[in-house]
């Protein structure tokens, strides 16, 4: 089973790069959403549009060992002769995490875990469930910390599909009371898994995601849990 460690995450989106502010520079307008990237300047949005890079204000260049980045830019031009592909100004990003699915009917409880995360954002496109994540650890963490969504290949058919975001902190989490609550700071990322083999290409299933926050609002913890859902939109 593949997995996913976040360690060096602190408060806001991991690898966030925030914009310079750039006045009256002209285009045609302004798109925020998960890409694939399939260069670092090349990038396909979920709707199959082509982004070219022309110009960088985000401060920074995209990594290469990135899949999927979450992107805001303003679309300048249309390529000429093409009828989806376009020259942009890249003004944010943020990188996304990205690994497949977990199978309900092959997972190993302890290995997906069972401590608080919380999903701000989620949302299916491009192929991909996409999620905004939130998970309490130290500043600096001492535990690699690993998310996984799990399919519930056992429950789910073809009018519904049911999903679970699991977190495993390795022990560094409030249900630790070695820890102090205070010592805890929030940190974010975006996670995208492939639904290759679960979703069909053309079908709007609904999508059911459950995980657990801790008893609160969604800024603040303790050592008791409530499971959350919601039903996820496929684009």
């Known amino acids: 089973m593949k997995r996913t460690f976040i360690?060096?995450?602190?408060?806001?989106?991991?690898?966030?790069?925030?914009?310079?502010?750039?006045?009256?520079?002209?285009y045609m307008y302004t798109e925020t959403g998960m890409c694939t990237l399939l260069s670092p300047t090349?990038?396909?949005?979920?709707?199959?549009?082509?982004y070219y890079i022309t110009q960088n204000n985000s401060g920074g260049?995209?990594?290469?060992?990135?899949?999927?980045?979450?992107?805001?830019?303003?679309?300048?031009?249309a390529v000429e002769g093409k009828s989806n592909e376009y020259n942009v100004r890249l003004v944010e990003f943020s990188g996304a995490f990205t690994q497949a699915p977990v199978l309900r009917s092959a997972m190993n409880p302890e290995a997906v875990g069972d401590n608080g995360i919380n999903v701000s954002q989620a949302?299916?496109?491009?192929?991909y469930f996409n999620a905004f994540v939130s998970i309490p650890m130290l500043n600096p963490p001492k535990a690699d910390?690993?998310?996984?969504?799990?399919?519930?290949?056992?429950?789910?058919n073809s009018d519904t599909l049911y999903f679970e975001m699991r977190h495993n902190a390795?022990?560094?989490?409030?249900?630790?009371?070695?820890?102090?609550?205070?010592?805890?700071?929030?940190?974010?990322?975006?996670m995208s898994f492939p639904l290759d083999g679960i979703?069909?290409?053309?079908?709007h299933p609904v999508c059911h995601l459950e995980w657990d926050w801790y008893d609160g609002d969604e800024?603040?913890?303790?050592?008791?849990?409530?499971?959350?859902?919601?039903?996820?939109?496929v684009q």
């Not at 390795?170 to 975006?190: K, Q, R, W």
């Open 145 to 156: 910390h690993e998310i996984n969504i799990v399919f519930d290949d056992i429950r789910s």
């Open 123 to 127: 949302w299916v496109s491009g192929g």
């Open 199 to 203: 979703l069909q290409q053309g079908a």
């Open 61 to 77: 260049n995209i990594p290469d060992t990135l899949k999927r980045v979450m992107v805001r830019c303003d679309v300048m031009t």
């Open 170 to 190: 390795h022990n560094e989490c409030p249900e630790n009371h070695d820890i102090s609550l205070n010592d805890f700071v929030f940190a974010g990322t975006y």
């Open 219 to 233: 800024y603040s913890f303790s050592s008791d849990k409530v499971r959350r859902s919601g039903n996820v939109t």
């Open 7 to 26: 360690k060096g995450l602190v408060l806001a989106a991991f690898a966030a790069v925030l914009a310079s502010c750039f006045p009256d520079y002209e």
């Open 42 to 50: 090349k990038l396909q949005n979920d709707n199959g549009d082509i």
